[in-house]
């Protein structure tokens, strides 16, 4: 045990010798939190949106609705009604997503069923919000259409009633209106209730995720790509150790090896854990975590990012020369990266690439710390997490220590 400590004493020293790496792996997880949080704002839940500016040269009921149902699409869009040189100046400063005119005569033109034309100016320094308005604005133009066709003759009846602005209809008019508003929902009504289309959710417990945003889910796999360069960076230096001959020394003494590789794992849990918390610390003041799990989520980071250095500690030995190991661990690395859910999360791949994702070393650890931010982790399914974890760990940690005496001996 003494051998241990001082092992692992003598690789942090060394470690700390060079400040660049140390920055380069914590600042991963910061600077992209950091830039996760600008794109996407704070709060685990927070959703993107899109400010539309709104020019109404109408004025009338029908493009107030438009404006309000526009406020009300699920939070996505953020209506402002502005001046006609407001909104253009506005829209050429990239202050908004879109500008949206509504002509003069859109609730006239409405009502008589007569075409009409809304001029809807996006943003072209923007690709995905711009496409949210576009998209929303096609469902009311859609809605419209249906309202037209189920209440054409309410409508015509309504059209037909006088111009705009000379007073309230009469009470007669107003009554066949609403009879003929009746009728037509009665003539609607075998379509719509019950509804010829029936919507059932069944939602899979093992897949089951609660709403999160762009933020939350692009942070965990962050953070794993973060803990698998440190596991790959700090796995290089039992090479180092060869080359300056303390290796071969330490092979030559009554020291075992076992405890001399152990002092390497404790110190690259010590700089995983470092890694960790630094990001989840940032996670949580950019992004809105719970503390309450900041303890699993640090603990089972650090034992993922443990079990990951033996992984590429195992596979450096496989290499003939140092070059040869980090040819070799680059190949696994970045590969892994790319399928186990960093570069892109599971949630944007196509399924039978996340199927396969999960199964990678990381795409696994990263399901698990999914579903340890999320709250949804419960007890025993962790803790077998954690046994299983360990157990592969010892394997791979046996295998590096045989590796160690045939390739170094």
């Keep these: 045990m003494r051998l241990l400590w001082a092992s692992a004493l003598k690789d942090l020293r060394r470690q700390l010798r060079d400040p660049l790496a140390i920055a380069l792996w914590c600042g991963i997880p910061l600077l992209i939190s950091l830039l996760m949080a600008l794109a996407f704002g704070t709060g685990a839940g927070r959703t993107p949106q899109a400010r539309l500016l709104v020019v109404d040269e109408d004025g009338s009921i029908a493009g107030r ?50 075409p009409v034309t809304l001029e809807l100016v996006t943003n072209p320094a923007q690709r995905v919000l711009p496409g949210i308005v576009e998209q929303t604005l096609s469902l009311f133009v859609e809605a419209a259409f249906y309202a037209q066709e189920l209440l054409a003759e309410p409508l015509r009846m309504i059209a037909g009633s006088g111009p705009p602005g000379q007073g309230f209809p009469t009470a007669a008019q107003a009554a066949a209106v609403a009879a003929e508003v009746q009728a037509a929902i009665e003539r609607a009504r075998p379509v719509i209730d019950p509804p010829l289309i029936a919507v059932e959710t069944q939602v899979d417990s093992g897949q089951a995720r609660p709403n999160v945003g762009f933020g939350m889910l692009l942070f965990p796999g962050t953070l794993l790509m973060a803990l698998m360069f440190v596991a790959q960076g700090m796995s290089e230096d039992v090479w180092r150790e060869k080359r300056q001959g303390t290796l071969r020394r330490a092979m030559a003494s009554p020291c075992s090896m076992p405890a001399f590789l152990g002092g390497k794992l404790v110190a690259a849990a010590v700089f995983v854990a470092l890694v960790s918390a630094i990001a989840l610390a940032a996670g949580t003041a950019l992004l809105g975590l719970e503390a309450s799990r900041l303890a699993p989520a640090l603990a089972w980071s650090t034992f993922s990012g443990a079990a990951l250095f033996t992984l590429f500690v195992v596979l450096q030995l496989f290499g003939s020369t140092q070059r040869a190991g980090s040819v070799l661990t680059n190949l696994v690395l970045f590969p892994l990266l790319m399928i186990g859910g960093s570069f892109f999360p599971f ?63």
């Design 65 to 114: 609705l438009l404006l309000g149902g526009l406020g009300q699409a699920g939070g996505l869009i953020v209506a402002e009604p502005v001046g006609r040189e407001q909104g253009h100046r506005r829209i050429q400063d990239g202050e908004a997503a879109a500008l949206l005119t509504i002509p003069e005569g859109f609730g006239a033109a409405l009502l008589q069923r007569r």
């Design 347 to 409: 949630e944007a791949m196509p399924r039978w690439m996340a199927a396969v994702g999960r199964y990678t070393p990381n795409g696994w650890a990263l399901s698990v710390l999914k579903q340890v931010l999320a709250g949804t982790a419960e007890p025993p399914a962790l803790g077998t997490a954690f046994a299983g974890l360990a157990a592969v760990s010892a394997v791979l940690f046996a295998v590096a220590v045989v590796r160690v005496r045939r390739s170094f001996a």
